[in-house]
């Protein structure tokens, strides 16, 4: 009886999350949205990919423990080239979230000023927003 309800206890979050991925856009749609939604003509545009929800909940573990697949190294590529603006997409906005988050934990106070960072596919986060605050980059949510 012990094994089920741990066995349930690890199962629910998983099929939760796969009720709150968001819509897979094409990237012809991820451009489009990124080039009329987010500041900034020129940028450069990241795509992460969803596994499914099982693989991404796994996928998010890693991340809040640290490893993020290179993202951060990415990111941190993207930001010392011009143009400053930074627009990621991803199907699931949990992925999404978590890799933002962790990437912008790697910086200091006020350390990212004149930086633009568009996520696509997150409605809202306050956390992401508090963290961009802290680094001193602009955040744009795009639903």
Known sequence: MKTIKLLLLALVPLIFQACVASKNLSNNDVVKTALTKCPGSEMNISMIPSRGPLPDAMAITAIKVGNDGGFSKEFATFIKSDPKNVSVYCPNPDKLEALISHTLS?????ELKGISICLIGIENSKELTTEAARTGAR???VP
């Open 106 to 110: 790697l910086y200091q106070n006020n």
């Open 139 to 141: 955040l744009t949510l």
